[in-house]
């Protein structure tokens, strides 16, 4: 396996080009996605990354993820704990928690532009439908409001991909990792059952000390 050390290395080797890769063509940006995607991958398959920058857009965060994933934490917490200082970049260990509560509390947040429709986090709704008391976790149904009838099996796996990227993004790689174990998807909003909007979430998590 190649060394930690060297996959930092090769990044402070290309940094300026990652800083700079939302301006390049987009079959540039794809190279170069996937060079240093396949690079994590050398130490871990589910090693991912993020780009963001801050609000002036000054500095940029290197994201390195699990995606909510068990397996290869230990590669992530260790490549951040011997990052080198390199200009203009943070070096971040998971997806931290990064969405408005009270915007999705009163509808006013900004959609996920995926490939194949936008969804606003407002319009999710969820249901918790089991625990598992051992481990501290739960699985939870997921309903979209604004999503026209599915075409199961693929819409559905597609759907409940996008939506547990809204989920990271809402909890925190780490809470996703240690309180939900699966999640699943239903067309209609179920009589029978309790369904909460997406910001009683946290709180829901936290009262139940999941």
């Given at each position: 396996?190649?060394?930690?050390?060297?996959?930092?290395?090769?990044?402070?080797?290309?940094?300026?080009?990652?800083?700079?890769?939302?301006?390049?063509p987009m079959?540039e940006?794809a190279?170069?996605?996937?060079?240093?995607?396949?690079?994590?991958?050398?130490?871990?398959?589910?090693?991912?990354?993020?780009?963001t920058?801050?609000?002036?857009?000054?500095?940029?965060?290197?994201?390195?993820?699990?995606?909510?994933?068990?397996d290869?934490?230990?590669?992530?917490?260790?490549?951040?704990?011997?990052?080198?200082?390199?200009?203009?970049?943070?070096?971040?260990?998971?997806?931290?928690?990064?969405?408005?509560?009270?915007?999705?509390?009163?509808?006013?947040?900004?959609?996920?532009?995926?490939?194949?429709?936008?969804?606003?986090?407002?319009?999710?709704?969820?249901?918790?439908v089991?625990?598992?008391?051992?481990?501290?976790?739960?699985?939870?149904?997921?309903?979209?409001?604004?999503?026209?009838?599915?075409?199961?099996?693929?819409?559905?796996?597609?759907?409940?991909d996008?939506?547990y990227?809204?989920?990271l993004?809402?909890?925190?790689?780490?809470?996703?990792?240690?309180?939900?174990?699966?999640?699943?998807?239903?067309?209609?909003?179920?009589?029978?059952?309790?369904?909460?909007?997406?910001?009683?979430?946290?709180?829901?998590?936290?009262?139940?000390?999941?």
């Amino acid at each position: 396996m190649t060394s930690l050390q060297a996959f930092w290395d090769w990044f402070q080797g290309y940094a300026e080009a990652y800083y700079y890769l939302q301006d390049f063509p987009m079959a540039e940006q794809a190279f170069y996605n996937h060079e240093l995607t396949s690079r994590l991958q050398d130490y871990h398959e589910n090693l991912c990354f993020g780009i963001t920058f801050s609000k002036d857009e000054t500095d940029a965060q290197l994201i390195l993820s699990t995606n909510g994933r068990v397996d290869g934490v230990f590669f992530v917490n260790n490549l951040v704990r011997i990052a080198p200082e390199i200009p203009k970049w943070t070096i971040v260990a998971f997806i931290q928690p990064q969405l408005d509560l009270e915007a999705i509390k009163t509808g006013t947040d900004e959609p996920y532009y995926f490939r194949d429709f936008t969804i606003k986090p407002s319009d999710l709704r969820w249901a918790p439908v089991d625990f598992d008391s051992r481990n501290c976790r739960c699985d939870l149904l997921f309903h979209l409001i604004t999503f026209p009838k599915l075409v199961a099996p693929a819409d559905v796996d597609q759907l409940l991909d996008y939506i547990y990227i809204i989920i990271l993004d809402l909890l925190g790689e780490a809470v996703v990792r240690q309180t939900i174990r699966f999640g699943y998807y239903e067309d209609t909003l179920l009589h029978n059952m309790d369904w909460y909007r997406l910001d009683a979430l946290p709180e829901f998590l936290e009262t139940w000390g999941l």
